[in-house]
């Protein structure tokens, strides 16, 4: 079946892209699609990206409700750990895909 949307902001792929669209969102994904990270963790693993554009696309990614961000104050000084969300975690396959496909290039 064949869909025509009038309007762009209804069609499921442009709603995807809104929320994972970008440089930086699937690659931050990619990272902590195993198990969860640090912020440090993260930037180590992604050298090029900033500071400043990390922690905007780790809070646009939490407001989504993509990765879930949880502060751990059993330690001193206290740290901060990014991980998938259910939501997040649905995305494995297409990750996944992404990254056989990429390699097949």
């Known amino acids: 079946m064949r869909y025509v949307y009038n309007n762009p902001e209804n069609c499921?792929?442009?709603?995807?892209?809104?929320?994972?669209?970008?440089?930086?969102?699937?690659?931050i994904?990619?990272?902590?699609?195993?198990?969860?990270?640090?912020?440090?963790?993260?930037?180590?693993?992604?050298?090029?990206?900033?500071?400043?554009?990390?922690?905007?696309q780790l809070r646009e990614l939490e407001q989504d409700g993509?990765?879930?961000?949880?502060?751990?104050?059993?330690?001193?000084?206290?740290?901060?750990e990014y991980s998938l969300s259910k939501k997040g975690k649905e995305l494995i396959p297409i990750i996944e895909l992404m990254e056989q496909w990429g390699e097949n290039m």
């Open 12 to 27: 499921p792929v442009t709603k995807i892209m809104s929320v994972l669209g970008g440089r930086w969102k699937f690659i």
């Open 66 to 80: 993509i990765i879930e961000r949880r502060v751990l104050t059993d330690r001193i000084p206290v740290n901060v």
């Open 29 to 56: 994904l990619y990272t902590i699609r195993k198990s969860a990270k640090r912020f440090g963790q993260i930037n180590h693993f992604i050298p090029s990206i900033s500071n400043k554009v990390l922690t905007e």
